[in-house]
């Protein structure tokens, strides 16, 4: 199957920066699309940015305009950039892939996730 695994989380101040990556690995050709969300204490899991099937990308309204997402596809790496970061950002960064398993059935791949914290 596919296997994720995500890096790049932290401590970070308010107003400071942070990158995520997320490594895929195993059968990448059935990866649909790839995303990052994210699950803060207490709180229900969201959509952080995603790659659509295609090819586009999207985002939440709270975070539109302070983070990229982008990938190599060399690497089969999924990246986040986050600027500007509050702390209501502070969660668990989940990176997500949908691996296509025939015509009409897909299989939802998270990682383990990795925490960002972002200090006021």
């Known amino acids: 199957q596919v296997q994720l695994v995500e890096s790049g989380g932290g401590l970070v101040q308010a107003g400071g920066s942070l990158s995520l990556s997320c490594k895929a690995s195993g059968n990448v050709f059935l990866i649909s699309t790839m995303g990052w969300y994210r699950q803060a204490p207490g709180k229900q899991r969201e959509l952080v940015a995603t790659?659509?099937?295609?090819?586009?990308?999207i985002s939440a309204d709270s975070v539109k305009g302070r983070v990229t997402i982008f990938r190599d596809d060399a690497k089969n790496t999924l990246y986040l950039e986050m600027n500007s970061l509050k702390p209501e950002d502070t969660a668990v960064y989940l990176c997500?892939?949908?691996?296509?398993?025939?015509?009409?059935?897909?299989?939802?791949?998270w990682g383990q996730g990795t925490l960002v914290t972002v200090s006021s």
């Open positions: 790659f659509t099937t295609g090819g586009t990308t």
């Open positions: 997500h892939a949908s691996a296509r398993l025939s015509i009409d059935r897909y299989l939802d791949v």
